[in-house]
């Protein structure tokens, strides 16, 4: 095996704490036990013990809990030992150091989860949910990471490459008689099921955009005329002062950004500078970034001062604009009579609201979570937390698919098809891991926490 080293690592925050959790993974983990317990057998695996810890000296360094895991049964696949101290650093950092003493290494970011992967406890997949588990901000998000680590991901693209694998054998049977050809039937159904792993993989490369929602919040800009409420606005969603309210026109010039939870969707608001045609020098500069932002978001809070006329919005923004991404925020009224709304405004889905009182809130954010639920989230059953690497490989693969079908409706021969198809089988096998690259295990895991 590669990984005979044994590696220890603190696998909590340091700082100062109930306890600390000292993990060791490694062939020494069942000797470091005996000896620093002072023990005379092995101890019982998997069993919580309590315990003296002893450094080399012999100096006791704390009273402790620790659990014997012997590999394969183990979370690395390894033996592993974790001890559970007193929750100050100082102690955890002598437990470590005894434990460098004694021939451990520290471990690398991400070292134990490799060694998880390597020992075929996981596969890649999974040991990227492990670190999306950890880094997810919001409820929905640790929902499909934890889906993800349960080897979802895995499950679908086995299926497709069992899929592809049956359609081989059924060309590959007809390469040994070449007098034969596939019936006319036949060839119609295999690339049809071609084409439909093609429209799987398509789904899931296109779903990218809302494991980007998950990880990094919806990003909702909140846009509008100045003076019209859209800083009151995000201090309401906030629920507390965040951004300078003024009644004179033009006092948010640089955008401010901050997240909030919406039944379990984490969202990224940004309040902007108000749109106006008079503006200059750094509040022009605002307006500019604000037209900008326009550009990426995924979500629009249009806030006008329902008491006056309706605005007209500059070209570039209302062509952002649609029905299904866009709210339109009637501020103002406790003020009283609102105005009627111009076309195409009519069109928007619209909350009346006051962002002064916080009247109409609870509208405003159910409206804005069934929009996100109607028409930015979609298949949110089989979700996958697609990564740069996962869309790379999945691109390769769709490529490789579409070649297929297209040499195998002209007619190419059936070996060819096979092969092609056997290359998108690859494909399909370095998503889950199978890579002959250690260099990119080394980029993947070095984006993990230490002891993790
Ligand atoms: N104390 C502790 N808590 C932890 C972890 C850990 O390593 N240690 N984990 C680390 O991320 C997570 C849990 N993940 C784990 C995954 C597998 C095994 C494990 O021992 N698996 C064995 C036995 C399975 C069984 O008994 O059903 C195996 O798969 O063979 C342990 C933890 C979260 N909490
Ligand atoms: N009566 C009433 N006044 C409001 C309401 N919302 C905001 N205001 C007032 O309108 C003025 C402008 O509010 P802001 O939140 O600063 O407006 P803004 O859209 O951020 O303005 P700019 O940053 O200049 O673009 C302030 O005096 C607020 O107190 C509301 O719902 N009702
Ligand atoms: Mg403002």
Do not use: W
Not at 259 to 287: F, K
Not at 350 to 371: D, F, I, N, P
């Amino acid at each position: 095996m590669e990984n005979t080293d044994t590696i220890a690592a603190l696998a909590t925050p340091s700082g100062e704490s109930a306890i600390a959790l000292i993990r060791v993974t490694g062939a020494l983990c069942e000797k470091i036990a005996m000896e620093a317990f002072t023990l005379a057998k092995s101890p019982a695996p998997r069993h919580a013990s309590y315990g003296s810890y002893r450094d080399l000296s012999g100096e006791i360094l704390d009273d402790v809990v620790y659990i014997l895991f012997r590999g394969p049964k183990s979370y690395t696949g390894e033996d592993v030992l974790e001890v559970s101290c007193h929750g100050n650093p100082l102690i955890a950092t002598r437990l470590l150091e005894d434990l460098l003493a004694r021939g451990c290494r520290q471990s690398d970011p991400g070292e134990f989860t490799r060694r998880a992967f390597l020992n075929g406890r996981m596969d890649l997949t999974q040991a990227e949910a492990v670190m999306e588990l950890i880094q997810a901000r919001s409820d929905r998000a640790i929902r499909v990471a934890n889906k993800q680590l349960r080897g979802n991901f895995g499950r679908q693209l086995d299926e497709l490459k069992m899929r592809l694998l049956a359609t081989v054998a059924t060309i590959e049977a007809y390469i040994d008689f070449p007098d034969e050809d596939l019936p006319p039937e036949q060839k119609k159904a295999e690339i049809e099921a071609i084409r439909s792993v093609l429209a799987f993989c398509g789904r899931i490369i296109d779903s990218g955009k809302y494991a980007a929602f998950l990880r990094d919040g919806v990003k909702t800009l909140i846009l509008g005329e100045p003076n019209a409420g859209k800083s009151s606005l995000l201090n309401c969603l906030l629920g507390f002062e965040r951004a300078i309210v003024s009644d004179e026109p033009g006092t948010t010039r640089d955008f401010i950004r901050e997240r909030i939870m919406l039944d379990g969707y984490c969202i990224q608001v940004m309040d902007t500078a108000g749109l106006r045609e008079a503006a200059n020098g750094i509040e022009q500069q605002g307006i500019r970034k604000t037209v900008e932002l326009t550009e990426e978001a995924d979500l629009f809070l249009l806030v006008i001062d329902g008491t006056l006329p309706a605005p007209t919005l500059p070209e570039e923004v209302s062509r952002q604009i649609t029905a299904d991404n866009c709210i339109l925020v009637q501020n103002k009224a406790d003020l009283g009579a609102l105005q009627p709304l111009p076309s195409p405004l009519d069109g928007l889905r619209r909350v009346t609201m006051s962002a002064l009182s916080g009247t109409g809130l609870e509208s405003l954010k159910s409206a804005a979570v069934e929009m996100i639920d109607a028409h930015l989230a979609q298949d949110q059953d089989d979700l996958i937390l697609v990564n740069a690497r996962h869309s790379a490989a999945l691109k390769e693969l769709s490529e490789c698919l579409e070649s297929a079908i297209r040499n195998f409706e002209a007619g190419e021969p059936a070996e060819f098809v096979a092969s092609e198809l056997r290359g998108a089988v690859e494909a399909i096998g370095r998503v889950l891991g199978r890579i002959d690259n250690e260099d990119m295990l080394d980029v993947l895991f070095s984006s993990f926490c230490i002891g993790k």
